[in-house]
């Protein structure tokens, strides 16, 4: 029996293949999502290990432990004298102070602006590199040698690759200083990691890296190694009596972990998100299986019956179509692991496409990688064939005696559409639940979410076989008109099995869905976004960094300050804090100037309000204020990165548009921002100028910020543009993932169409033995193909639009608008035709070249 | 297995009716038949006169409205699935009009199946003395698809026979041939039972096949009436167009 399942497969290769694709495409995706994260996270690892190798402990100041969408609030200096106490302590051999700036260093590229490195780390680092501390050095220098005195630059090899710098070669780098010219004196590599993603790398020597960041006199951490016979622990306890209440010591390890540890909640972040769209192509690839599984199933009806009258048992009938599915499960599987590998560097590409380039070290291919995708692959193979497995053992002997015996239906089948029914109740339930009710964790939010939308695409699935006769009716009327006959028995052959067609559809109709809600779900979060912007902002020009999101020297913004024809220049500093206890964005106004850029919609308070707020003053966000109970007149602390503290009260609360606050949480003047947040940066600076903003204005803030290459100057609209066009980045990646889905559909539907030409053989036959051409014949299976594509679209499209109105309405407290995305929506149904016709080339071909005399022998 | 008297089959008082109320369908009227051990018997009668049906039932692939059919001792309108199954795998084989040879499988795995299912191996003597005496030769790895009509049934007669079975039952084996490659068959049919002591169950409506025969029942409008020991050809068709005319 096992060999009869084998020989089964092996006599339908084709079809075996098509079938093996549908699961091959998702497992990829599963092994390419963990063989890319396991790099990234091992390349991170290098780094941090390499970082700590030679240092058994650090010390540094001392941050509040506060962290906002993975990112913490940058770390205090140290007094530089305490490395003469350290280097002068018992059990410590030798100890090394240095300089470790993580966003301040912007190398400028041969285009004249920084280079973006898109929200990575620029990193300056101001190192002592005699020879006998080369242990605490985590660079390798690859070429030249190290940098000694003013003006000496070491650059990491990947920026040097990809913006040609050679060794000898004059660089302009800006810091917390404007841009300065810089002999690159060497090349070196970040432990053995080939690319940093986009991350770059300056180094100087340390009083230069002290000048160039506000650094005199300090050191951002000191790296020791024990003596002989220390452990780390023993250190510890030997340095700890040296240090100021600001400062702290940890080993070199915990601090790698540290560091591992805040990547690792980002990568967790991306394996999670790109999972999700496996899980998707999963789902449509498992309609598929069952769809074809169940078709075949039902042409060996026969072959089922004549084995149960040579003495087989219904379990065995069970394990034979089984036994199929778990094989090609288990070949599509591994297929689709090693696939993987090819589909990391693609996602990597994707990525770094869309300028998210990501360190990458060795390909890592784990034991879990190998393990997931196996057994997922597999298991989701054998359980979409569980069911046609299923019905084959209703087959009974005596339909090996009857012409033209059909599978038994279910026990069930006349039940189909009240479970259809109560399974769409029950995902409008979950969805409900999960988007309406409070009090429900994020974990429990998102599985109630999944599962809703897998059962509503599982129940609408079911009863669109009902859906399937009407549908078609309007669908296939432009087949009719533009077919003639051909067309017509195209529709007719539509129908003639609604169940195949539908579940041949309902492939389809999950991707269409998922990028119909996609694309409803942005437009409206595209017209919030918009005018979000646009009711806040009144500048005439916003300075903001390159990339538009980290916030730039505040040098910078000064500069501008000093251009000439502006009237007025207001900045807004920015940096992550706990306000009343609560992490947020703690931002810096100008209370006099800032209603000159951007206008309030004051709850409490008014533009006067402004004008009293004293050092201890603050106004706070409408929504902040009602999630931590605030209200105007309480004192709250305020606690940033640095042990500083300050005790503010509130003056004010407005009402920030909930999509894209461009303010922070709570906001406090520029100069009590600058006593708390050290080295200060700017978010954005705003300019007005008198009459209209034009090119002459421009030129003169350009020319003002030029020292700054990382400042970026633009006009209120430009502004609005670029944060659409970024959105619309984040949709392209968004339709590139899903499209695996909608491959796979394609895929699904090729298989249907050629076992519905196979088994139409002599139908075909007859059709052309009276008449009909090669060529009618390929435009009858076109059509079909299409009319299927088609009521996939009718089905999906409604769907997404439906779970799009749910999520903006659940998403109402963030004033996410609903609009229906037209032009998108009609090139969907466009994109279905082409998917549809895309289906039909092989089994058209194959219908039209049966042989009318063959076909009607054929048995 | 057989019982006392040499009796493989016994049907007594079959009934069956297709459909309900006012289109219901009697296929068999009160049919009673004894199948002998190693014998060779056919059934005739005019199209439409109940002769697969019976076959079907007696071969349990249907279950009568009324009456009961013993196979080797054992009733067979009562069984649970699970039993009738095992009960096909030891006691009966089939010969089909169609053939039905798995398309994927050589000849000689189509033949050995039945073993196979009932994981068993085949006696070395005896399936070679089976193959040599269908005549298949070498073409036995190859696929049906390529094998003529007439090797197609040797191949499922082989396959009926292989497992020894109690009976075997064949619905027109010669319905899809010509008459020569028919005429072949029926030799092989005549031969397992002389040579292998098989018991044969064949359902058929020429005359010249019947002739092969030890026994013809002949049935008409779902009841048995005639029956025939050991007739020559032109008697079995001279009985068939009495049949016929009343
Ligand atoms: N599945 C069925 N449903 C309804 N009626 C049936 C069914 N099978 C057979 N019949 C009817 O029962 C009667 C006997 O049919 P059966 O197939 O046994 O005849 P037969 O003698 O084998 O005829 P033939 O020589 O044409 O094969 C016929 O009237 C037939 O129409
Ligand atoms: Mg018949």
Redesign the pocket.
Known sequence: MTRFALKSLLGRKFRTVLTALAIVLGVAMISGTYVLTDTIDRAFSSIFADSYAGTDVVVSGKAADISVDFESPPVPPIDASLLEDIRGADSVEIAMGGIYDESNTKIIGDNGKALSTNGAPSFGFGLDTAPELSRFNPLNLLEGRWPSGDGEVVVDAGTADREDFVVGESIEISTLRPKQDFEVVGIAQYGDVKSLGTATFAIFDVSTAQALFDRAGKFDAISIAGTEGTTPEQLIGAIQPLLPKDAQVKTGAEEAQNDQDDIATFTTFIRYFLLAFAGIALLVGSFVIFNTLSITVAQRTREFATLRTLGASRRQVLRSVLLEAFVIGFLASLIGLVLGLALAKGLEALFRALGLGLPVSETVFATRTVVVSLLVGTLITVIAGLFPAIRATRVPPIAAVREGAELPKGRSARFTPYIALVLIAVALLLLGYSMFADDVGTAQRLLSIAGGVLLLFVGVAMISSKLVRPLAAVVGLPARAIGGAPGALARRNAIRNPGRTAATAAALMIGVALVAFVATLANGMKASNREAIEDQIAADFIITSQDGYTPFVAGAGDAAAGAEGTDVVTHVRSEIAEIAGHGGYLTGIDPNRITEGYSFDWVEGSDATLASMGRDGMIVGENFAEDHDLAVGQRVTIQTGTSTSLEAEIAGIYKPPPFYPLLGAASITIGAFDELVERPRNQYTFVNVPGDPGEAARDELERATAGYPDAKVQTRQEWIDKEDAEFDQFLVMLYVLLALSVIISLFGMVNTLVLSVFERTRELGMLRAVGMTRRQARRMIRHESVITALIGAALGLPLGIFLAVLVTRALGEFDVRFSVPTTQLVVLVVLSVIVGLLAAITPARRAAKLNPLEALHYE | MSTENGTVVVARDVTRR??EGETA?D?LRGVSVEVPRGRLTAVM??????????MHIMAGLDTPTSGSVTIAGTEITTLKDSDLTKLRRRHIGFVFQFFNLLPMLTAEENITLPLAIAGEKPEAGYFDELISSVGLGDRLSHRPSELSGGQQQRVAIARALVSRPDVVFAD?PTGNLDSSTGAEILELLRHSVEELGQTIVM?T?ESRAAAIADRVLY?ADGLIVKELQGATQSEISETMDEIARV
């Open positions: 297709y459909g369908v296929a009668g005019p199209s439409g006169s109940g002769k697969s049906t019976l027109e359902v409506h049935l």
